[in-house]
């Protein structure tokens, strides 16, 4: 599993989320992400914008103002969760996922994460 989480980057989580983003999705979720995963020792930053228009996703800093909702876990953490194989509130409930913002707002994000497939 190490070799394909070293393979799992937030340009191959993006590009993975870009093809769920609906009208659908943003006005049923209506909230905006920062996740900072914590990859091979290094902060990699990426933004999930579930609030406006067709939603978005992009590395950096989320470009239209603060998240909603602010993730910090590590990138074999957030496969793991991506996968199926650990629920997020179990890991929040571990410590091996922190969130800043409304934890109601951050269990939305499951409905994207239900229709993600990664292995």
């Given at each position: 599993?190490?070799?394909?989480?070293?393979q799992l980057t937030p340009?191959?989580?993006?590009?993975?989320?870009?093809?769920?983003?609906?009208?659908?999705?943003?006005?049923?979720v209506k909230t905006t992400?920062?996740?900072?995963?914590?990859?091979?020792?290094?902060?990699?930053?990426?933004?999930?914008?579930?609030?406006?228009?067709?939603?978005?996703?992009?590395?950096?800093?989320?470009?239209?103002?603060?998240?909603?909702?602010?993730?910090?876990?590590?990138?074999?953490?957030?496969?793991?969760?991506?996968?199926?194989?650990?629920?997020?509130?179990?890991?929040?409930?571990?410590?091996?996922?922190?969130?800043?913002?409304?934890?109601?707002?951050?269990?939305?994000?499951?409905?994207?994460?239900?229709?993600?497939?990664?292995?």
């Amino acid at each position: 599993m190490e070799e394909q989480v070293n393979q799992l980057t937030p340009e191959v989580l993006i590009m993975a989320m870009k093809p769920h983003l609906t009208d659908a999705l943003v006005m049923s979720v209506k909230t905006t992400y920062q996740f900072n995963v914590n990859r091979n020792g290094k902060i990699e930053t990426f933004y999930l914008d579930l609030k406006y228009g067709s939603g978005a996703a992009g590395s950096g800093l989320l470009p239209t103002g603060s998240p909603d909702v602010t993730f910090d876990l590590t990138m074999d953490v957030f496969h793991s969760m991506l996968s199926g194989r650990l629920k997020p509130i179990d890991a929040y409930m571990n410590g091996d996922l922190t969130v800043q913002g409304s934890l109601q707002d951050a269990t939305r994000l499951s409905e994207l994460l239900s229709v993600m497939h990664i292995k």
